[in-house]
């Protein structure tokens, strides 16, 4: 074998390495994108698509981008100055998160159009996936309406909450005044914008936001009936005479392997990568470490998902968790809420 041959072959298997270690071709559509699961997105893929911006808040570098009816979230990285119809080309790479979403690079601005058009959207489908990062249109009954916090990022943002069919939404709003403010209190509204999400550490929805760029998104379809700061004066002993609620939140199961007790308290079961607080007024045996299943109503406290009215049931299957080595940053982000963790 000659030294010209044995060179011709490393050159060829040198090639062959190369080609296999090319990076995959970028995803071009939302779609693409949208279709991922997390572990594919976890993968960082490249990214290069075009759509059309439909809420940008600079300041913390959210945007979210929407082609046909696939919108997604972006984690921006641009100096351009964007607004809601702007055209752009977005190259980047994919993030796992609630749902997979672009960390861009590289932003660039293509032109001006029209938003695409709002779908009229239901409580139970953005608490869910179905129209997370999308353009809705919600209708329901402010609740309560404050301006943000000023900082020196950002002086004229407001939130507000509305009561929808089906339970709340917070409304976060770019550009407000405080008497605009308070000509919502009780109003009925029709509020465009962008379907989103509050999360924990974990990347769990713990409730719904709709982002919006500006009270232009606001109509108010029916003005409040009575001015609330010309109500009666109610005693304080009697508030609780005038509440009223329709919950129709159904009961669900949950499984998974006991990390706490406190009889007549609270109860974490943990399975895998999940953990939930539970709360419930037992007093039955359970021991760390079993198996045990627990029924009850979900809901959200502080931002964090809770069982709630639950009964815990013990399987009597030892199946014991290893606790996580953690360090206090981890803690801190509240990547493991609710976790078995050692430090």
Same mark, same amino acid.
């Given at each position: 074998?000659?030294?010209?041959?044995?060179?011709a072959?490393?050159? =060829?298997?040198?090639?062959?390495?190369?080609a296999?270690?090319?990076?995959?071709?970028?995803?071009?559509t939302?779609?693409?994108? $949208?279709?991922?699961? /997390?572990?594919?997105?976890?993968?960082?893929?490249?990214?290069?698509?075009?759509a059309?911006?439909? +809420?940008?808040?600079?300041y913390r570098r /959210?945007?979210?981008?929407q082609?046909?009816?696939t919108g997604?979230?972006?984690k921006?990285?641009?100096?351009v100055?964007l607004?809601?119809?702007?055209?752009?080309?977005?190259?980047?790479v994919?993030?796992? #998160?609630?749902?997979? +979403?672009v960390?861009?690079?590289?932003?660039?601005?293509?032109g001006? #159009?029209a938003?695409?058009?709002?779908? $009229?959207?239901k409580?139970?489908?953005l608490? #869910?996936?179905?129209?997370?990062?999308?353009?809705?249109?919600v209708?329901?009954?402010?609740?309560a309406a /404050?301006?943000?916090?000023p900082?020196?990022? +950002?002086?004229a943002?407001?939130?507000?909450?509305?009561l929808?069919?089906g339970?709340t939404?917070d409304?976060?709003?770019?550009?407000?005044?405080q008497?605009?403010l308070? /000509?919502?209190?009780?109003?009925?509204?029709?509020?465009?914008?962008?379907?989103g999400? $509050?999360?924990?550490?974990?990347?769990q929805k713990?409730?719904?936001v709709?982002?919006?760029s500006?009270?232009?998104?606001v109509?108010?379809? !029916? $003005?409040?009936?009575?001015?609330p700061?010309?109500?009666?004066?109610?005693?304080?002993?009697?508030?609780?005479?005038? +509440?009223?609620? !329709?919950?129709?939140?159904?009961?669900v &199961?949950v499984?998974?392997?006991?990390?706490?007790y406190?009889?007549?308290?609270k109860?974490?079961?943990q399975?895998?990568?999940r953990?939930?607080?539970?709360?419930? &007024?037992?007093?039955l045996?359970?021991?760390? #470490?079993d &198996?045990?299943?627990?029924?009850g109503?979900?809901?959200?406290?502080?931002?964090?998902?809770?069982?709630t009215?639950?009964?815990v049931?013990d399987?009597? =299957?030892?199946?014991p968790?290893?606790?996580l080595?953690t360090?206090?940053?981890?803690?801190?982000?509240m990547?493991?809420?609710f976790?078995?963790?050692?430090?």
């Amino acid at each position: 074998m000659t030294k010209r041959f044995i060179a011709a072959v490393a050159v =060829v298997l040198a090639s062959v390495a190369a080609a296999g270690a090319a990076p995959p071709p970028p995803l071009t559509t939302l779609d693409s994108v $949208r279709r991922l699961s /997390n572990a594919e997105a976890a993968k960082g893929i490249p990214v290069a698509v075009q759509a059309t911006v439909t +809420y940008f808040r600079s300041y913390r570098r /959210n945007m979210f981008v929407q082609d046909g009816s696939t919108g997604v979230f972006v984690k921006a990285t641009t100096s351009v100055k964007l607004v809601p119809g702007d055209r752009v080309l977005i190259k980047g790479v994919t993030h796992e #998160g609630y749902l997979p +979403y672009v960390v861009s690079s590289d932003i660039t601005l293509l032109g001006h #159009g029209a938003l695409p058009r709002p779908i $009229r959207a239901k409580y139970e489908d953005l608490i #869910g996936p179905r129209d997370d990062s999308e353009m809705v249109t919600v209708h329901g009954v402010v609740r309560a309406a /404050n301006m943000d916090a000023p900082s020196a990022d +950002y002086t004229a943002g407001a939130t507000f909450k509305m009561l929808i069919d089906g339970g709340t939404a917070d409304v976060e709003v770019d550009k407000a005044t405080q008497p605009e403010l308070e /000509n919502l209190l009780d109003a009925e509204v029709a509020v465009t914008g962008v379907g989103g999400g $509050r999360f924990d550490g974990k990347a769990q929805k713990t409730g719904i936001v709709l982002h919006v760029s500006s009270l232009d998104e606001v109509t108010i379809v !029916k $003005r409040a009936a009575v001015d609330p700061w010309s109500l009666p004066i109610t005693p304080m002993n009697a508030i609780q005479e005038t +509440y009223r609620v !329709k919950d129709l939140t159904r009961r669900v &199961r949950v499984s998974g392997v006991v990390t706490f007790y406190e009889p007549g308290s609270k109860v974490v079961l943990q399975n895998g990568e999940r953990s939930l607080w539970i709360t419930t &007024r037992s007093f039955l045996p359970l021991h760390i #470490g079993d &198996r045990a299943d627990a029924t009850g109503f979900p809901t959200a406290n502080d931002g964090f998902l809770q069982l709630t009215a639950s009964e815990v049931r013990d399987n009597g =299957v030892a199946a014991p968790v290893a606790p996580l080595i953690t360090t206090w940053q981890q803690l801190a982000s509240m990547q493991h809420i609710f976790d078995l963790v050692s430090m």
